[in-house]
Each structure stands twice: as structure tokens, then as C-alpha cells.
């Protein structure tokens, strides 16, 4: 191969090292491609601590992961990026789609927690509070901050707690006759 190489004209010389340094460019060029889409999906699942609105960071946070697939799939198509990079993005993807997925499900939890908390805390709720918490749940709910099993549980809570209530409201009270030295009568 050297001997090949000495006896080409000079221009050829040039010719081949030009086309070795397009080769090399290109194939930069697509590792390049390949690391930013990597590093995209890896900065997809840094999520600020304290959010006032983390549940719908998160879902945008899904659907530009989802983006990126899709733009990792049409350099692929294209061949702006090699199959074995696809594969590191795809598995970079999968695991930025699980940590959102469950920073989601964390987060849908803890806010069902504080609306069961909320329904625990009544000291003696009016049908007024029971049905404006009811309201924020349903809109939590059909804005996707909670799951529908997270609702369920609530549904169940708030179920048990409007029973009890209505349970307490009808039973006769116990009350002491202040004129005789009796025992609690009912009324």
C-alpha cells in the first residue's frame, strides 16, 4: 500500500488526503450530532426541587424527551448519526422516560396525600368544605397532577369521612339534665 501511495502523482496525494479529511469531518460531525442528543436526554430529568407547578414541568419535560426521540430517529433515517449511537441515545432516552415517569408518580402521590390529609384534618367540615376540596381534587384530576388510582383512594377517604360525618350528625347527643343529679339522658 505505501508503494501505492509514493507513486501517485502529487495532486492524487492531495485529492485523497482532502477526501480523508471530509471522511473524518462527517464522522465527527455525526458523533457530535449523536452526543447532543445524549446530552439533551440526560438534561431532560434535572427537575428543580420545589415547584409550584411540578407536574406539568414534568409532562413538558416528557413531551421534549419525546421530541428528541423523534429528531434522534430522523438523523438516524438520515444517516446524520451511526446505529451504535442511536442505541447509547435509546438507552439514555428509556432511562430519562422511567425517572420522569416516577417523579410524576411521586408527585401525583404526595399531592393525593395532602388532599387526604386535608380531608383527615376537618375538625367538623361543612358540607361546604367537603364539596370545595371535592372540586380541587376533580380538577386535579382531570388537569393529570393526579392518577386516576390516586383519585380512587381519595374518593375512598372522602367516601368513609362524608359516612362518619353523617353517622355523628344523626345520632341523638347525650346531654346532662342540670336540675337532677341524674345520668346523661337522650334526647
Known amino acids: 500500500m505505501l508503494i501505492a501511495l509514493t507513486t501517485l502523482p502529487a495532486g492524487s496525494l492531495v485529492g485523497l488526503w482532502e477526501w480523508w479529511q471530509r471522511l473524518k469531518q462527517q464522522a465527527d460531525d455525526r458523533k457530535l450530532l449523536a452526543d447532543r442528543f445524549i446530552n439533551s436526554a440526560i438534561a431532560l430529568?434535572?427537575?428543580?426541587?420545589?415547584?409550584?407547578?411540578?407536574?406539568?414541568?414534568?409532562?413538558?419535560?416528557?413531551k421534549a424527551l419525546e421530541q428528541l426521540l423523534i429528531e434522534a430517529a430522523t438523523a438516524l433515517a438520515q444517516d446524520q448519526i451511526t446505529q451504535e449511537s442511536f442505541r447509547v441515545f435509546n438507552d439514555g432516552y428509556n432511562t430519562a422516560r422511567l425517572v420522569l415517569q416516577r417523579c410524576a408518580e411521586n408527585t401525583s402521590e404526595d399531592l393525593c396525600d395532602r388532599y387526604i390529609q386535608t380531608l383527615i384534618s376537618f375538625e367538623e367540615p361543612s358540607q361546604s368544605d367537603l364539596s370545595t376540596l371535592l372540586q380541587q381534587v376533580e380538577t386535579s384530576l382531570i388537569k393529570k397532577e393526579i392518577t386516576q388510582e390516586g383519585f380512587r383512594t381519595f374518593m375512598d377517604a372522602y367516601r368513609v369521612t362524608a359516612r362518619s360525618i353523617k353517622i355523628q350528625r344523626s345520632e341523638p347527643k347525650k346531654i346532662s339534665d342540670p336540675d337532677t343529679n341524674s345520668e346523661p339522658t337522650m334526647r
Open 45 to 62: 430529568i434535572d427537575l428543580p426541587p420545589e415547584l409550584d407547578d411540578r407536574q406539568s414541568h414534568i409532562r413538558a419535560q416528557q
